[in-house]
């Protein structure tokens, strides 16, 4: 099973919130477990109605398991299970009920863009890892302004919206801070990054995200593309740029000593595995 670690980390981020623990072999609702009593959260964020966010349950019955309105409530784990009308997470308790930090019933659905090009050395010589001797790739990788952490440029589907936009989007957005320059300005990014992102990629992971933000109710899951740029000459020369939710954008080589947000250090090992460089 995938692993289910971030999700019942202690304390709920962006709050003082404590889960209630959950052992490994507590995890699967098939357990009987009567002593559980997680801690119900929704945070402010969510409570105040914005337009990434469902309403209550009660008031709300959206139709699970389906597209309804746009918006992809089924899961690429298959048919989720329904408590008192509130989705069940596939990959088991956390400690916590209601929606937390996220806006949707059930899944939340992500798309992550992992942009790539070789570390090169002056004369343009791909560098190769002493211990492994494989070549090193790098990855526009952006730190998160929620947690400090490192992560793909990532970000939500909004309703409606084709998956392949959301990672040029949200790459641009992160890493290109496309949200704070002008029409003409937004329009040239575009067509700079265009090309790449409308390449086919390589798709790298499909399904449940390991998401600190995840409750019993409510989980991230991603569609994670690589776009690798082998000459180094299409996006290698970006002006990147920290925009929305990221603090900081850089390349960053694809190591496995680096810690990554969420499940990022897994989805970066299948890169590297499918380009045959160093991990
Ligand atoms: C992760 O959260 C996904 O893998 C994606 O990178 C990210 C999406 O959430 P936001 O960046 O919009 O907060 O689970
Ligand atoms: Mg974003
Ligand atoms: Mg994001």
């Not at 790098?138 to 929620?146: H, L, Y």
């Not at 890493?175 to 990629?201: D, Q, T």
């Not at 933000?213 to 569609?223: G, H, K, L, S, Y």
Request: aromatic fraction near 8%; include cysteine.
């Amino acid at each position: 099973a995938a692993p289910h670690v971030k999700s019942r980390c202690p304390e709920y981020p962006g709050s003082k919130i404590k889960r209630f623990p959950v052992p490994d072999d507590k995890m699967g609702w098939s357990q009987s477990w009567p002593q559980y009593i997680p801690v119900s959260h929704t945070d402010p964020s969510v409570e105040k109605k914005p337009v990434w966010a469902d309403p209550d349950i009660g008031s709300f019955s959206p139709k699970f398991n389906a597209v309804d309105a746009g918006v992809d409530r089924t899961s690429f784990d298959g048919t989720y299970k329904l408590e008192k009308g509130k989705p069940l997470n596939p990959h088991g308790r956390t400690g916590v009920t209601g929606r937390g930090l996220l806006g949707r019933w059930g899944p939340n659905h992500a798309a992550d863009p992992i942009v790539t090009r070789w570390k090169i050395d002056a004369k343009k010589a791909k560098i190769s890892h002493s211990v492994s001797k494989r070549p090193i790739l790098q990855f526009v990788s952006i730190k998160r302004k929620d947690c400090g952490e490192w992560a793909i440029p990532g970000g939500m589907v909004d309703a409606g919206e084709q998956v392949s936009l959301t990672l040029q989007r949200e790459f641009s957005e992160e890493a290109l801070n496309s949200l704070m320059v002008s029409a003409p300005e937004r329009a040239k990014i575009n067509e700079r990054i265009g090309k790449l992102f409308k390449s086919a990629g390589f798709q790298v992971y499909k399904g449940y995200v390991d998401d600190p933000r995840n409750t019993d109710n409510a989980w991230m899951e991603t569609v994670a593309v690589n776009f690798h740029d082998e000459s180094g000459n299409s996006v290698s020369e970006l002006p990147l740029q920290a925009g929305d939710d990221a603090g900081q954008v850089q390349w960053v080589d694809v190591d496995s000593s680096v810690p990554l947000y969420a499940n990022h250090s897994h989805l970066m090992e299948l890169v590297a595995k499918e380009r045959k460089a160093h991990w």
